[in-house]
């Protein structure tokens, strides 16, 4: 992974796995902010796929998601 993008998200999160194919994919959100999630994120497996499919198999095992709660 590139050093430019980790980060470091403090605060109470809830994991959530949001597709378990080839990719494994998860998010870290807030728990007020799990219905917006489900709604906001839910393309997400497909946009993978279809990324995939465009330019090549993801190179990690896993893309994990942080969802902050600015308000």
């Known amino acids: 992974m590139a050093t430019y993008l980790a980060t470091v998200q403090v605060g109470r999160y809830r994991l959530v796995d949001t597709a ?3 990719v494994r ?3 870290a959100v ?3 902010l799990l219905a917006a999630f489900d709604h906001d ?3 997400q497996a497909a946009m993978v796929r279809l ?3 465009v330019f090549g198999p993801y190179p990690f095992e896993a893309y ?3 969802v ?3 308000a």
């Open 51 to 53: 990324f995939e499919r």
């Open 68 to 70: 902050t709660d600015e």
């Open 20 to 22: 378990m194919g080839p």
């Open 25 to 27: 994919q998860r998010a």
């Open 41 to 43: 994120f839910a393309p």
């Open 64 to 66: 994990t998601v942080v």
């Open 30 to 32: 807030p728990p007020r």
